[in-house]
């Protein structure tokens, strides 16, 4: 079965992409149909991954197996398409099949009697097929090509209700900042192709370690970083993030919490022996995952929308796994981004719930209580979040546990605290949240309080399935079962740090001391916020408006892009078009002036071929003398 | 045993079309436009069969005829297509067929607008299947003058009139095509005066050793002549122009294959003659070709008619095209085909959609539209692949072609081909501002009154857009066939150099 499973394995990222066209071409009509053929596709391959999951397990050996073919052929370029199964590939593909399965099948309550239900799960096939071929990309090319396809899903989604002009705009802003990694992605595939003379992974690998040239070699590890920094959006082109909760909550949940967002991280992972080939390089990551995990949680603790809290967290929680690449724990960056995946996609999910049965209120001061009336969702988002704030023996305690600990016993003390400062600040965030929105009195605007109802079970399963992943997955990296995660899914040469006691134990504390701290300040009130916000209203204002970072984007883009635009039309208009219509009018001149010659009169002709006798035979005449001399 | 003339058919439905309209009375207005649809099929289905047929294997020229026409002069009527003229002539019957669709609503003389069409069609065909530089030439004129009739007669006016428009198109593209006259005489000549024997047949004036002066003087005269007519940078004001005062078949049929002739002639003509003359220009053809890409790509952001966007865009996408040719190597050449073959499905999509739209609306300003795609839907999806494809996005065939030509450019030119790798920064900009400006938003009730694509209106965002689909997930099918072209044409002209690595 295991073996019959693996020489399928090209079905898992095929199925989607085909129920994409046929939704597309023939059954979008039929939006019950469409969901169907999208959902058992998906749970097939579901059922694929956990084959081939629980086969390398039961294997205990990590899997090498690649298949591939030449999709765009020619002396001196080739790209393939292929799939390269290993333990990376086996986890994301996992995570990514599950994750979008019990997002697809909460749709079925979220999106019930949406106009567009059917091309929601047209996309949402477009966006698995991609992601899974993402995932299982054997080369840098084939990487691209999916990874831009994941941004168009992800379009597509986020701008999904287009009548309203808010999601317009985050979808075209999600695309055009993606673009701009993208350029630099683009540009270091380009120096991998021309410096190795190939994008095979497994190619490259011995390539890149026997090569000399560092200052290139940083050079084009630095250009392919800007990919993860869009796609995962990481300071400086985090902007389009917290704004692409436009989209249908669930879509927040599977892409922008994660799946998609989490590709860069992957990227990282799967071209390691490049990342990790130079020190400078990943200092660089290290600093921007370090910075990004600090600066999101900081603007997190300041957030009022339910969604956006979430996505600053989502922001904040993937510098983390940068910054552990950085640090050269690329083991435990995929831990995270695993637990991580499911926690947070239950966070979303949950909120999804909130905002299905407060008929669209976001904002948390327009919340309170809800334990009362939604019980499932709250106390499966109280796990969610207890998961994310690293309480033991929840799964991101597992996973923060060990790349706190790869800062510790690696030296990085500066990334060290960092990471011990950003784990308070999310349990903070966290629980200020669900004291908020959960708990205390209910501060629902009008008649939505009396009817609010937990949501039906297609959306509550999901709910259950992820908090329960949200227990046990950290488990597979916890050192009591082996850490068989560490085994499957590591780098060759990557140091292992024994666990340490000290380490785990103030991580937990960290996180517990921030649940305190939310709670004595939103459930018990001993502080004012109000006090506090009147204190520092030059930083609050600062952080609440996410350092005005987007208002000077816009601002570069009027004055620099647009400025030149106009510059360019205007030299067009006023010099170049202006030359060709004044050559046209010069000749136009001349016609004019040479017409007057032809006056119709004889005797005028007459004198032009007395003229013309003169001229010639005095022009005779002297070039005769000229040659006698 | 006489072989059917595959290529002289494909190139005689059309005229035999015409002719058939020519008789047909003037108000059989129904039937003219089937007829025209009935000649532009059997050239698409031949060319089909011909791309199908084409043995990848033997390779070279196929499917050649030739008869002596005036053997004094050596022109011959030599018809051959190898893998570079196969997609050039796809991409012609392809539009052909698209554009004899996208017409019609035409009803005003639609007698004489579909016999000069079909003409049209034929004649551009002809320029790429031909191997005899005469004939090229002669196919070249033979476009000229219906396209000046077609702009000036069933055109738009705005922001320049239709006459200026068709007027300024003509003229400059007749000034190109005098270099270019006086760069293929000075051939002829100088082929005559090595050898004594009067050819214009290309493989054979293939085979001469022209010294390197001659080769860069006759190369610079085609460059501006073939550079004109593929909006080369400074030579590219005719087109925004042209393109937005011409009827929307024009537009199709100009920036969709017409211009390409400059491309594929720079390639068939001036590198397979005189490369030597192509290594001394080529420098200044990638720095004008920055020109475009960049330059152009700005001022489409600027802009507001749908028509000057992708006018402008389509002179910024030649860029690449000159930047894939002026990197003289294998890979980067299969990409400016590849390229040219994308952007012209993709600009002749754009176009029809845009020319469906302003009949029914009377506006091509962005800023009059929203939320289109709550009332037309397929309008708004054909939009949205045109758009994707422009911006070079994985799954449509002009990525392939982009990203083939960076590789192949980037061993030649690094810091030309870093600027135009960020010409997708801008393209994404304007693309995606204009379209969601004109397809999202709010519903606007006052275009509740149009109606979306439907029957015949179909036919071009079928065909062309199933071109830019299969073409960009199975990029292998026509990449393999341009390969084979490209790696012969090369050798021939001991060009040969992979680049890449």
Redesign the interface.
């Known amino acids: 079965m295991f073996e019959w499973t693996l020489q399928h394995i090209w079905l898992i990222p095929l199925m989607p992409l085909l129920v994409f066209a046929l939704i597309g071409l023939f059954l979008h009509k039929w939006p019950g149909i469409s969901a169907a053929i999208s959902i058992i596709s998906i749970a097939t391959g579901l059922a694929l991954s956990v084959v081939t999951l629980i086969g390398m397990l039961k294997g205990g050996q990590p899997l090498h197996y690649e298949i591939s073919f ?8 080739t ?1 393939e398409m292929g799939l390269l199964v290993d333990g990376l590939t086996v986890v994301m593909l996992f995570i990514v099949t599950l994750v979008a399965f019990l997002v697809q099948v909460y749709s079925l309550g979220y999106m019930e009697g949406d106009p567009g239900f059917a091309s929601y799960y047209a996309y949402q096939s477009l966006f698995a097929a991609a992601m899974l071929g993402l995932v299982a990309a054997n080369n840098f ?1 084939q990487m ?3 990874w ?2 994941v941004g ?1 899903a992800s379009y597509l989604l986020i ?1 999904f209700w ?4 808010s ?3 985050a ?2 802003k999600a ?2 900042t993606n ?2 990694g ?2 630099g992605f ?2 270091g595939i ?2 991998v ?2 410096i190795f ?1 190939t994008l095979n992974f497994g190619e490259l690998s011995p390539q890149v370690a026997d090569y000399t040239n560092t200052a290139l070699l940083v050079t084009v590890t630095l250009l392919l970083l800007a990919g993860p920094v869009g796609k995962s959006a990481q300071f400086p082109l985090h902007v389009w993030l917290p704004d692409a909760m436009e989209g249908p909550t669930p879509v927040s949940a599977l892409i922008h919490a994660a799946t998609m967002v989490a590709a860069g991280v992957y990227l990282i992972a799967r071209a390691f022996f490049i990342f990790s080939a130079t020190p400078e390089a990943m200092q660089v990551i290290a600093f921007i995952g370090g910075f990004t995990a600090l600066f999101a949680a900081l603007i997190a603790v300041t957030q009022y929308d339910i969604k956006r809290i979430l996505a600053y967290s989502t922001l904040s929680q993937l510098g983390y796994m940068v910054m552990a690449m950085g640090l050269g724990a690329m083991t435990a960056g995929m831990f995270h981004l695993t637990t991580h995946a499911f926690f947070k996609a239950l966070l979303f999910l949950g909120a999804g719930s909130v905002i299905y049965a407060l008929h669209h209120e976001q904002d948390i001061r327009n919340m309170g209580g809800l334990s009362r009336k939604m019980p499932v969702t709250t106390w499966t988002f109280v796990i969610g979040a207890l998961a994310l704030a690293g309480i033991p023996p929840l799964a991101g305690f597992w996973s923060k546990d060990e790349i706190l600990l790869s800062a510790y016993a690696g030296g990085y003390t500066g990334f060290y605290v960092l990471g011990l400062l950003v784990a308070f600040l999310t349990a903070f965030y966290m629980f200020r949240l669900i004291f908020t929105a959960f708990f205390g009195e209910s501060h629902a605007r009008g008649h939505h309080h009396a009817e609010v109802k937990e949501s039906p079970l297609v959306m509550t399963i999901p709910l259950i399935i992820l908090a329960l992943m949200s227990v046990v997955a950290g488990f597979i990296g916890a050192p009591f079962t082996g850490n068989p995660f560490g085994h499957f899914v590591h780098y060759a040469g990557e140091t292992h740090h024994e666990p340490e006691m000290v380490v785990a134990v103030t991580s937990a504390l960290i996180g517990v001391l921030g649940i305190i701290a939310a709670y004595l300040v939103y459930a018990r009130k001993m502080v004012s916020t109000a006090r506090v916000k009147e204190r520092l209203s030059g930083v609050y204002t600062l952080v609440y408006n996410k350092f005005y970072i987007d208002e000077i984007y816009l601002w570069f883009i009027k004055i620099f ?2 400025g ?6 205007w030299i ?1 208009i006023n010099i ?2 202006r030359l ?1 219509d004044l050559s ?1 009018e010069i000749t136009g001149a001349l016609g004019k002036a040479l017409r007057y010659t032809e006056d119709g009169q004889v005797q005028t002709y007459a004198y032009y071929m007395l003229g013309g006798i003169i001229i010639l035979s005095a022009a005779v005449l002297l070039a005769g003398l000229g040659i006698m001399r | 045993m006489a072989k059917i003339p595959v290529l002289t058919l494909t190139l005689l439905f059309p005229i035999i079309g015409a002719i058939l309209i020519m008789v047909l009375p003037r108000e059989r207005v129904k039937e003219i436009k089937y007829t025209a649809a009935a000649a532009t099929l059997p050239s698409l289905l031949l060319s089909l069969f011909i791309f199908i047929t084409y043995d990848r294997k033997a390779g070279g020229m196929q499917f050649v005829e030739r008869i002596n026409w005036t053997p004094d002069l050596g022109v011959s009527y030599a018809l051959g297509v190898d893998g570079i003229s196969i997609t050039m002539l796809l991409l012609t019957t392809l539009i052909g067929f698209s554009a004899v669709f996208a017409s019609f609503r035409v009803n005003e003389q639609a007698k004489e607008f579909f016999s000069l069409l079909l003409l049209l069609i034929s004649g551009v065909m002809g320029t790429f299947i031909t191997t005899d530089l005469f004939i090229f030439f002669l196919f070249y004129e033979v476009v000229v003058i219906p396209i000046y009739i077609l702009v000036i007669m069933w055109g738009s006016s705005k922001r320049v009139t239709k006459e200026y428009a068709g007027m300024k198109l003509t003229i400059y593209l007749l000034i190109g095509s005098a270099f270019l006259l006086l760069g293929i005489i000075s051939l002829y000549v100088k082929s005559y005066l090595l050898t004594g024997k009067p050819s214009t047949d290309l493989m054979y004036l293939a085979t001469l050793d022209y010294d390197v002066g001659f080769q860069i003087f006759v190369f610079a005269l085609m460059t501006i002549g073939f550079g004109t007519l593929l909006s080369m940078f400074p030579f590219y004001s005719w087109s925004p122009d042209g393109y937005a005062g011409a009827p929307t078949a024009v537009s199709m049929i100009h920036a969709g294959v017409l211009k390409k002739i400059g491309g594929y002639g720079l390639i068939r003509i001036g590198l397979y003659l005189l490369p030597a003359g192509a290594q001394v220009i080529a420098p200044v053809i990638a720095i004008l070709a920055i020109g475009n890409v960049l330059y152009a790509a700005f001022i489409c952001i600027s802009q507001k008619d749908l028509k000057y966007i992708v006018g402008y865009s389509s002179v910024s996408h030649m860029g690449y095209v000159l930047i894939g040719i002026a990197a003289l190597n294998l890979i980067s050449i299969n990409g400016a085909v590849m390229m040219m073959f994308g952007h012209g499905v993709m600009a002749a999509l754009f176009f029809a959609l845009i020319g469906n739209l302003y009949e029914k609306s009377h506006t091509r300003n962005i800023d009059d539209f929203g939320g289109l795609a709550h009332q037309m839907p397929r309008l708004a999806t054909g939009f949205m692949i045109a758009g994707l494809a422009s911006l070079g996005l994985p799954g449509m065939v002009n990525f392939i072609g982009e990203f083939t030509i960076f590789v192949g450019a980037f061993s030649q030119y690094k810091v030309i081909t870093v600027l135009a790798v960020s010409g997708v920064i801008f393209t994404a900009l304007y693309i995606l501002r204009a379209l969601g400006t004109m397809l999202f938003g709010p519903r606007q009730e006052k275009w509740d009154g149009l109606t979306d694509l439907k029957g015949v209106e179909m036919v071009p965002l079928v065909v062309l857009g199933t071109a830019i689909i299969l073409g960009g997930i199975l990029p292998f099918g026509l990449m393999d066939i341009i390969n084979q072209g490209t790696l012969e044409l090369l050798a021939q002209a001991k060009l040969l150099t992979i680049g890449g690595i």
Do not use: Y
């Open positions: 030449p999709w765009l052929k020619m002396p001196g370029l790209v090319g691209f090509v999916f831009e396809l168009l701008g287009f009548g309203k002009n999601a317009r705009e979808a075209k695309f055009i673009r701009v993208d350029f683009l540009l380009l120096f192709q021309i003379g892009v647009d030149t635009a106009r510059l360019m039309f067009d170049i078009n060709v046209a």
